[in-house]
T-cell receptor, first 114, second 110 residues
Framework: DTGVSQNPRHKITKRGQNVTFRCDPI?????LYWYRQTLGQGPEFLTY????????KSRLLSDRFSAERPKGSFSTLEIQRTEQGDSAMYLC????????????FGPGTRLTVL | SQQGEEDPQALSIQEGENATMNCSYK?????LQWYRQNSGRGLVHLIL???NEREKHSGRLRVTLDTSKKSSSLLITASRAADTASYFC??????????WGAGTKLIIKP
């Protein structure tokens, strides 16, 4: 399967712990996006990369959140000192570097903070 | 913040009927996209319509875009049980960001 993959699919953690999620985009896609989705809502943009450069960050991304894409391939999203409000589905998407190109989404990582 | 607003929030119809969902947005866009999400699953891209297009078809899907009214509609014809899902519109702005609505929950009754 050459789609976008995310690991883990589910993560349960205690408040105050750090968590890290991984996203493997479709190979050769230049752009990689992270979104957060809570129940009954549409996704909210968090950040995006063009190759290894992080070009845009939402104000939703507090200093507890950090994302990397070190070699322009896979990406990680880390949340430090998790809070119950961080509980959500974290979605990753990738696309080509072209105007009006489709974003392909992974299955998401569901985070539950107890 | 969410730009798109889907209408209705929920829609329940009989199998075989047509389903129409609407989306309104606020700012200028490069394109507007419709996605489907089944319960607990990832988002699947359905169709993209560019800002200079007015109508697009893909199988049983028909999308219209009215940039003067900043609105779009998604029509699913001859609905099937498998069409049961949440449908989201997303607008792409000049920074290539997708801004999403809260979705329409569609239920197809057999």
């Amino acid at each position: 399967d050459t789609g976008v993959s995310q690991n883990p699919r589910h993560k349960i953690t205690k408040r105050g712990q750090n968590v890290t999620f991984r996203c493997d985009p479709i190979s050769e896609h230049n752009r990689l996006y992270w979104y957060r989705q809570t129940l009954g809502q549409g996704p909210e943009f968090l950040t995006y990369f063009q190759n290894e450069a992080q070009l845009e960050k939402s104000r939703l991304l507090s200093d507890r959140f950090s994302a990397e894409r070190p070699k322009g391939s896979f990406s990680t999203l880390e949340i430090q000192r998790t809070e119950q409000g961080d509980s959500a589905m974290y979605l990753c998407a990738s696309s080509w570097d072209r105007v009006s190109d489709t974003q392909y989404f992974g299955p998401g990582t569901r985070l539950t903070v107890l | 913040s969410q730009q798109g607003e889907e209408d209705p929030q929920a829609l329940s119809i009989q199998e075989g009927e047509n389903a129409t969902m609407n989306c309104s947005y606020k700012t200028s866009i490069n394109n507007l996209q419709w996605y489907r999400q089944n319960s607990g699953r990832g988002l699947v891209h359905l169709i993209l319509i560019r800002s200079n297009e007015r109508e697009k078809h893909s199988g049983r899907l028909r999308v219209t875009l009215d940039t003067s009214k900043k609105s779009s509609s998604l029509l699913i014809t001859a609905s099937r049980a498998a069409d049961t899902a949440s449908y989201f519109c997303a607008t792409e702005d000049s920074n290539y960001q997708l801004i999403w609505g809260a979705g329409t929950k569609l239920i197809i009754k057999p």
